[in-house]
């Protein structure tokens, strides 16, 4: 406008002044504005660019919160499983310590069974009063004896004994004297008896001798020495000072083919023998 009017007054080094200064307004105004335009571009795109880096963090966050919940997840079940195990373990070695105190207990059980057998056994092959085999027991070894293979004239000598009078022993002194007489006898027996031989009380005050391994006079021989011994015999009891006793023996060598009863049955014949001949 400026312009037009100074060239419609004649003035045109004044419009031409003017224009140029119009012109470098509307260069400086065009550069401010270009400079305000890239200057918002700019914070925009700073704005945008510092937004995006918030969403990355944001995600990044995100996706560490994610991975530490996943970490902690597999943590959770690395624990699960390690209690698994060990509740597993726990339960194994309970019962393998289940089957262990079992096994000590029936394996306890068994001993006393044993045990309880073994001593039964022996009962059932023991006289209860001397502590020497039995009938039974006596038989017992005469039999595996008889099983062994030996030379002539070596086979096993049965010896049976028989306390003289013994009734009046009891009837005079009581039972108790008579007990301890018959204990006294046996500890002589076992004594003079060799570890190859067996003594045994038959019952009542009958006792026998198994012996093995010896002749016919050895055994006699035997017999004469255990005679003489409780002739000496004197009672350890003050009460029963001056008894006396003594004995009457039979001896018999088993023949081929002879069993235990048999062979007993002719030292018995022989033991009554001596008795009729003075004892």
């Known amino acids: 406008v400026l312009v037009d009017a100074l060239e419609a007054a004649g003035q045109s080094a004044g419009a031409l002044a003017a224009s140029r200064k119009y012109v470098e307004w509307l260069e400086r105004h065009s550069a401010a504005q270009t400079r305000q335009a890239l200057a918002e571009l700019e914070a925009r795109y700073a704005a945008a660019e510092r937004e995006r880096e918030i969403e990355a963090l944001r995600q990044q966050g995100l996706i560490k919160s994610l991975e530490l919940k996943a970490a902690r997840a597999e943590c959770d079940r690395s624990q699960e499983s390690l209690q698994r195990q060990r509740l597993a373990l726990g339960l194994v070695l309970l019962g393998a310590l289940s089957v262990l105190v079992v ?3 029936l394996w306890r059980l068994l001993r006393q069974q044993r045990a309880q057998a073994d001593e039964l056994a022996r009962l059932a092959r023991t006289d209860p009063l001397t502590g020497l085999h039995n009938r039974r027991a006596l038989f017992e070894h005469f039999g595996k004896a008889c099983r062994v293979d030996v030379p002539e004239g070596s086979q096993p000598i049965l010896v049976v004994i028989d306390l003289d009078h013994f009734k009046r022993i009891n009837d005079r002194y009581g039972h108790p004297v008579g007990d301890a007489v018959l204990r006294d006898l046996a500890e002589l027996l076992q004594r003079e008896v060799s570890p190859a031989g067996h003594v045994a009380r038959m019952g009542g005050e009958e006792f026998a001798l198994l012996l093995t391994g010896c002749s016919l006079s050895s055994a006699q021989m ?3 020495r255990l005679l003489q011994s409780t002739r000496d015999y004197r009672s350890p009891l003050a009460e029963v ?14 023949r081929e083919g002879e069993s235990p009863e048999q062979l007993y049955r002719r030292a018995d014949r022989a033991l009554y ?6 004892r």
């Not at 023998?273 to 003075?278: D, F, I, L, V, Y």
């Open 103 to 105: 096994a000590g207990l």
């Open 273 to 278: 023998r001596a008795k009729e001949s003075g």
């Open 222 to 224: 035997l017999a004469e």
């Open 241 to 254: 000072q001056g008894l006396r006793v003594s004995l009457s023996a039979g001896l018999a060598m088993r």
